[in-house]
Structure formats: C-alpha cells, structure tokens
C-alpha cells in the first residue's frame, strides 16, 4: 500500500487485483497520481493502473471513515435548515431568482432577464449550529406593456455561508434593447453568473421581437413573444422572456439545494 497525505488529510492506497497489473507501484520522484482523490480524514481503498513509466491512474472503490451522500434537501421557498445528528458536512447550491423579461409597446421591442446566479459550498458540519435560515430568491414579477424594464429577481443564501444575486430585468423600448444581467454567487468554493437576458431586435422597420431571457445554472430562460404575445417565463432562475405590447415573462424562483454527508 502507498500512504502519505493530500492537502493535509492523510490517505492510504491499497493495489486491488494485484495480478492485474504490470508493474508494482512504489513511491519514487517522479510519479504522479492522476484521478479524483476524495479524502476527508479517513482511509480509501483505490484501483491503481500504470499508465506509462511515471504516471499511474488512481480510482476510488469503496472508503473507511469517508462520507457519503445519504440525503437531500431542496427549498423551491425560504425556511429553515436542521442540522441532523452524525452530519459531517454538507454541499450547498444556491441560486437567485431570475429577473423579468422588459415589456414594450407593440410597436417596440425588449430584452429578456437575466438569469440568477449560483454559489456552490461545502461546510463542515462543526460550523453549522442546530438550525440555518435558508432564502429562496423569487423571479421577477412579468410587467405590462409600456416600454417597462423588467424587475430584478430576489437573491438566494444560505445564512451568511454563501448567496447569488438575482438576474436583473430586460429594458424596453424604442430601437434595439438590451437584455438584463445575470446574477452573481458569492461565498462559495465556486461561485457562477447567470447568463445574460437576449437582447430584443428590429426588422424591416418593425421592434417588436422581445429576447428569451437568460438561463440560470440550471433553468431555461423564457422564450420572447412579439405582436401583443405574452411571453414565456423562466424556469428555475432563469430569466423571463421579453415581448411587445402585452405583459412579459417572469423570471423564475431561485432554489437552495442541500447535500448531507454522513
């Protein structure tokens, strides 16, 4: 077996099928251990496969003292996390609310909204208390018809761990406008923007045509809709679609995901 530590958690290598394999793995100068190492203070049993004559292949079989993914948690609404009892960490997503497509006058066009952005981490549960407030941004509301900018969806958090800002809504108007922004994660391990709302166009004289509004990380914009069509909503985060002379699409509700390991 091969021991030493990764980021500072110790580790141990044990070569299954030992028959398989070629060449007796060593520590020596030179080699490089290439695959995902999951290692949390504890032990991991690998499968080692030499791949030339200083790299091996490293996948993980089975674990001793690690976590696995045992429940799941998601808030489509705000509430409240509680810690179970044997936690040892959890894995956040978080997602803020996308904004509303812009809602033009018929004869005008608009952008769609942004979609909301994402925030992903990971907290030991030594740093969690007994309960966490959670917030769930919500997408912002469609506007009516009137060269109205769309509204900005709400940001999602958990507590002060980590959040992501809500897309923010598409213009309108006269000529070529712009989509809204994505929104932004921040406190995370990574951390996302949504994408940015389409921007509404003109042809042959006629602004009109609202732009489908941004997808979050994981939600589809809106489609756009022209000639006093209502325009589709976002999904998940994503962004509302714009349109001209009739209400735009709303963004969609963020969400916060939890992942508990045990």
């Not at 002379?245 to 939890?258: D, R």
Request: aromatic share 8%.
């Amino acid at each position: 077996a091969l021991s030493g530590s990764v980021d500072g958690s110790n580790f141990t290598f044990a070569i299954v099928n030992l028959a398989a394999f070629d060449v007796t793995v060593a520590t020596a100068a030179g080699v490089t251990l290439v695959g995902n190492m999951a290692v949390n203070n504890g032990t991991a049993t690998f499968r080692v496969r030499r791949l030339s004559a200083s790299t091996i292949s490293v996948t993980r079989l089975a674990h001793s003292g690690l976590s696995g993914v045992v429940d799941f948690q998601s808030f489509t609404s705000s509430g409240t996390y509680t810690k179970p009892s044997n936690l040892k960490y959890i894995k956040v997503t978080v997602v803020g609310g996308g904004g509303s497509g812009g809602g033009a006058q018929s004869s005008n066009t608009a952008g769609g909204g942004g979609g909301g952005g994402a925030s992903f981490k990971y907290i030991s549960a030594s740093e969690l208390t007994a309960t966490t407030t959670v917030t769930v941004g919500a997408g912002g509301a469609g506007v009516a018809a009137g060269d109205t900018t769309g509204l900005t969806g709400g940001t999602s958090s958990f507590a002060s761990f980590c959040s992501a800002t809500g897309g923010i809504g598409g213009t309108a108007g006269s000529r070529a406008k712009a989509g809204g922004d994505g929104g932004l994660g921040s406190g995370g391990d990574f951390n996302y923007y949504g994408n940015a709302g389409g921007s509404g166009g003109e042809e042959d004289g006629f602004a009109n045509t609202g732009a489908g509004g941004g997808a979050a990380l994981s939600g589809g914009g809106g489609k756009g809709a022209e000639n006093s069509t209502s325009a589709g909503a976002g999904n998940l985060g994503g962004g509302g679609g714009g349109t001209g002379g009739a209400v735009s699409g709303a963004g969609g509700s963020g969400f916060v995901n939890v992942e508990e390991f045990f």
